[in-house]
């Protein structure tokens, strides 16, 4: 298991980093504190993948936008509600992005689609992925944390405990997604 972790644990940050990304990051953190992972290449592999995801979408919406937009039908369904979020947020969105689960690529399209110049994005979302990912990062870590105090021996237990964190963070994921997603459609309702 150490092996596998290790040879494609960060790649697996960055992948999922670069689509939406909090439970692999959270992962890596708690594989980090049972000394699978390192913390600090979790957290350099989680900012990577996170400002290469929202840069391409950005992008994307830059060049391509409003094409894309026409053409995809899941994505302009969600044009409505991602609309209102930048116009509420305005210039602020940018650090709200990596919180909003599921409308995220959508609103950074349509970020590019606006006259927001790339420098600004640019300088805006290397600090939002920075304290994103070392925020999230640590949150993983810590929790690994709780994990390593009640278990002494962790490698002994590690077939058992491993899956079961990882269940347990996919649930606890799926409960914020559900809260917020129930906030979204609140919020879209307005």
Same mark, same amino acid.
């Given at each position: ?10 790649? =697996? ?6 689509? %939406? ?6 992962? =890596? ?5 049972? =000394? ?17 995801? @929202? ?17 995809? %039908? ?56 920075? =304290? ?19 278990? @002494? @021996? ?34 879209? @309702?307005?």
């Amino acid at each position: 298991m150490e092996t596998y972790i290790a040879q494609y644990g960060y790649i =697996g940050i960055s992948v999922g980093t670069f689509l %939406e990304g909090e439970t692999t990051v959270l992962i =890596g953190g708690i594989f980090a504190k049972l =000394g699978y992972m390192n913390i600090y290449m979790v957290m350099l592999y989680a900012f990577i993948g996170t400002f290469v995801g @929202d840069f391409t979408f950005f992008t994307l919406g830059k060049y391509f936008g409003k094409n894309f937009i026409e053409r995809y %039908e899941f994505v302009r369904n969600k044009v409505p509600l991602a609309n209102k979020v930048i116009h509420k947020y305005g210039n602020f969105i940018i650090f709200l992005i990596r919180f909003l689960v599921g409308i995220r690529a959508v609103i950074l399209i349509l970020l590019g689609c606006t006259n927001m110049k790339m420098s600004k994005f640019v300088l805006f979302n290397i600090v939002n992925a920075m =304290g994103w990912s070392i925020i999230v990062s640590m949150i993983g870590y810590l929790f690994g944390k709780v994990v390593v105090v009640f278990v @002494d @021996d962790i490698k002994q237990y590690e077939t058992i405990i491993i899956p079961a964190v990882l269940v347990l963070v996919v649930v606890l994921i799926l409960i914020y997604r559900y809260i917020v997603k129930r906030k979204e459609e609140a919020y879209g @309702d307005e």
